[in-house]
């Protein structure tokens, strides 16, 4: 669907791996804290209520021996600061250590002191967790309450649920990056066999995928190498087929192209239909021929024969002088300060620049602007025309062998073979670049041409 994010392969696979290394961590966080919290919490428990019942025992004797040091007891039973002794008696509460509010306690709590029933439970009191025990005496009517300090431990439950979150983020982020890593080193056979197509699609017929030593990965590349070189040979094929073909042509229409301009000079003692039928097998004649011409060109440029040896060229010399030997009008041209330099084979750029003014001229009464410019270390250059521009859907298609667009299927004008825009793009191509067609500000069509300038 259109609009919808979705991640790549890499990152799918490397989430997939973070969470399930993050749902596993979290349930043995859960586990390691709840059997360790539970185990601490009734150790601290039993603990208190323990010595809870060894100190209602003293305080029971002293109360059915009538002895008269009760607060003095109380006070020596206290084992922290932050603990806190109560004995409700009728009409009396004595307090020990820390000293609280007895109300604080809840009435059920103390209910069950006074029917006899020990009872326990966990409070926060004055903003001190505690566990509060409750007991009776036995010699005499009154409610023991011992109220023991949970500090120590309730510390201890925050740094565990510290580190038990710490470590199941932690894992989170470890899966992701493991994740990432593994399936970035899974996916380099794709990548690598993703480049090796793009080179192949891009005009490289020569590349191919490395030897794997992977036995799962053997037969891919066994099998994509084998493809291209069947790939290479029919293009190379094909290639010199068109080649051959053209150049056997070249001899009967060089013969057609002069008997064709002995006709077209004595066209005013061919009257009528004929002189009709005379302008139209001229004007193919002449169409024929630069088709011709560029199928040689083509068919040396995909057998890859005459490639020279790259050279610094500059670019708006080079326009300079494609258009100076032009007739016609001189077309403005704009350039930088500084002029772009590449690498590359000068006559091809030069075909290139001459094609591109060659369609304007054709379909959109000629060029209007060139310009050559430098942008973010590409060299630019521009051919405007004043024409009907082309359809958004033919753009890339023009760039095509043997489309020509709107004007396909007619006969008798100057319509051109097809083969000019395809020849500006094959070498464009070779040279590192790209060609793009756009809608000129003011209307009309604006061709791009963009190749990477030379490091001089």
Request: a neutral charge; aromatic letters at 4%; glycine letters at 10%.
């Given at each position: 669907?259109?609009?919808?994010?979705r991640?790549?392969?890499?990152?799918?696979v490397?989430?997939?791996?973070?969470i399930?290394?993050?749902?596993?961590t979290?349930?043995?966080?859960?586990?390691?804290?709840?059997?360790?919290s539970?185990?601490?919490?009734?150790?601290?428990?039993?603990?208190?209520?323990?010595q809870?019942?060894?100190?209602?025992?003293?305080?029971?004797?002293?109360?059915?021996?009538?002895?008269h040091?009760l607060?003095?007891?109380?006070?020596?039973?206290?084992?922290?600061?932050?603990?806190?002794?109560?004995?409700?008696?009728?009409?009396?509460?004595?307090?020990?250590?820390?000293?609280?509010?007895?109300?604080?306690?809840?009435?059920?709590?103390l209910?069950?002191?006074?029917?006899?029933?020990p009872?326990?439970?966990?409070?926060?009191?004055?903003?001190?967790?505690?566990?509060?025990?409750?007991l009776?005496i036995?010699?005499?009517?009154g409610?023991y309450?011992?109220?023991?300090?949970?500090?120590?431990?309730?510390?201890?439950?925050?740094?565990?649920s510290?580190?038990?979150?710490t470590?199941?983020?932690?894992?989170?982020l470890?899966?992701?990056?493991?994740?990432?890593?593994?399936?970035?080193?899974?996916?380099?056979?794709?990548?690598?066999?993703?480049?090796?197509?793009?080179?192949?699609?891009?005009?490289?017929?020569k590349?191919?995928l490395?030897?794997?030593?992977?036995?799962?990965?053997?037969?891919?590349?066994?099998?994509?190498?084998?493809?291209a070189?069947?790939?290479?040979?029919?293009?190379?094929?094909d290639?010199?087929?068109?080649?051959?073909?053209?150049?056997?042509?070249?001899?009967?229409?060089?013969?057609?192209?002069?008997?064709?301009e002995?006709?077209?000079?004595?066209?005013?003692?061919i009257p009528g239909?004929?002189?009709?039928?005379?302008?139209?097998?001229?004007?193919?004649?002449?169409?024929?021929?630069?088709?011709?011409?560029?199928?040689?060109e083509?068919?040396?440029?995909?057998?890859?024969?005459?490639?020279?040896?790259?050279?610094?060229?500059?670019?708006?010399?080079?326009?300079?002088?494609?258009?100076?030997?032009r007739?016609?009008?001189?077309?403005?041209?704009?350039?930088?300060?500084?002029?772009?330099?590449?690498?590359?084979d000068?006559?091809?750029?030069?075909?290139v620049?001459?094609?591109?003014l060659?369609?304007?001229?054709?379909?959109?009464?000629?060029?209007?602007?060139?310009?050559?410019?430098?942008r973010?270390?590409?060299?630019?250059?521009?051919?405007?025309?004043?024409?009907p521009?082309?359809?958004?859907?033919?753009?890339?298609?023009?760039?095509?062998?043997?489309?020509?667009?709107?004007?396909?299927?007619?006969?008798?004008?100057?319509?051109?073979?097809?083969?000019?825009?395809a020849?500006?793009?094959q070498?464009?191509?070779?040279?590192?670049?790209?060609?793009?067609?756009?809608?000129?500000?003011?209307?009309g069509?604006?061709?791009?041409?963009?190749?990477?300038?030379?490091?001089?």
């Open positions: 669907m259109r609009g919808v994010h991640f790549s392969l890499r990152w799918r490397a989430m997939v791996l973070g399930g290394s993050l749902l596993l979290s349930v043995l966080a859960l586990v390691v804290w709840n059997l360790a539970g185990y601490m919490l009734r150790q601290r428990e039993q603990s208190a209520v323990r809870a019942e060894v100190n209602v025992r003293l305080v029971d004797e002293s109360l059915r021996t009538g002895s040091g607060e003095e007891l109380l006070t020596g039973l206290t084992a922290s600061p932050d603990t806190t002794i109560l004995l409700f008696r009728p009409g009396r509460v004595l307090t020990s250590g820390r000293q609280v509010d007895a109300s604080v306690l809840p009435p059920p709590l209910r069950m002191g006074r029917e006899g029933v009872a326990g439970q966990r409070l926060i009191v004055d903003g001190i967790p505690v566990y509060a025990v409750t009776p036995t010699n005499a009517e409610v309450v011992e109220m023991a300090p949970m500090v120590q431990l309730d510390r201890t439950f925050r740094f565990l510290a580190v038990l979150v470590t199941t983020v932690a894992s989170g470890l899966g992701v990056m493991l994740g990432s890593w593994a399936s970035r080193r899974a996916l380099r056979p794709l990548t690598a066999l993703t480049a090796a197509a793009s080179r192949i699609a891009g005009g490289d017929l590349a191919r490395p030897e794997q030593s992977d036995p799962d990965l053997t037969p891919l590349a066994t099998t994509f190498n084998a493809t070189d069947a790939l290479e040979r029919r293009v190379l094929r290639a010199r087929f068109a080649g051959d073909v053209s150049h056997e042509l070249r001899s009967p229409l060089t013969t057609m192209v002069n008997a064709a002995v006709l077209r000079r004595r066209r005013t003692e239909t004929a002189g009709r039928a005379l302008d139209l097998l001229t004007s193919e004649v002449d169409r024929f021929a630069r088709m011709v011409v560029d199928l040689l083509i068919s040396r440029a995909d057998q890859q024969v005459d490639d020279p040896t790259p050279e610094p060229i500059d670019l708006a010399a080079l326009v300079t002088n494609v258009l100076a030997a007739p016609g009008a001189p077309v403005p041209l704009e350039a930088d300060g500084t002029s772009p330099h590449v690498l590359g000068r006559r091809r750029l030069d075909r620049v001459s094609n591109l060659d369609n304007a001229a054709r379909h959109a009464g000629g060029a209007v602007r060139v310009a050559v410019l430098r973010a270390g590409q060299a630019r250059l521009e051919v405007d025309d004043e024409g521009g082309v359809p958004v859907e033919l753009r890339e298609r023009i760039f095509e062998r043997f489309d020509r667009g709107t004007r396909a299927g007619s006969r008798g004008t100057d319509t051109g073979s097809g083969l000019g825009l020849l500006v793009a070498h464009v191509q070779r040279h590192g670049g790209s060609v793009r067609v756009e809608e000129r500000p003011g209307g069509a604006r061709f791009v041409v963009e190749i990477p300038e030379a490091q001089l």
